[in-house]
């Protein structure tokens, strides 16, 4: 699903930003994507999407 229509970035880009290691905020995740937020509408979404992600990729480098 588009997740940010200015970039074009599909919550399965952002999760792939996410496992990539580095992330910590939706901010890290765009530049990661090579962008940043442009109208801000997608913020709210794109941080559920880390919400999802971040623990696992905590959980995967504390094993």
Not at 3 to 8: E, M, P
Not at 10 to 28: E, H, P
Not at 48 to 59: C, G, T
Request: glycine fraction near 10%.
């Amino acid at each position: 699903m588009y997740v940010c229509l200015c970039n074009g970035y599909t919550d399965k880009d952002i999760r792939k930003a996410v496992s990539a290691g580095g992330v910590q905020c939706a901010d890290d995740a765009y530049k990661a994507l090579g962008g940043a937020f442009c109208c801000g509408c997608c913020r709210d979404c794109a941080n559920e999407i880390l919400d999802e992600e971040l623990p696992k990729v905590s959980f995967l480098a504390a094993e």
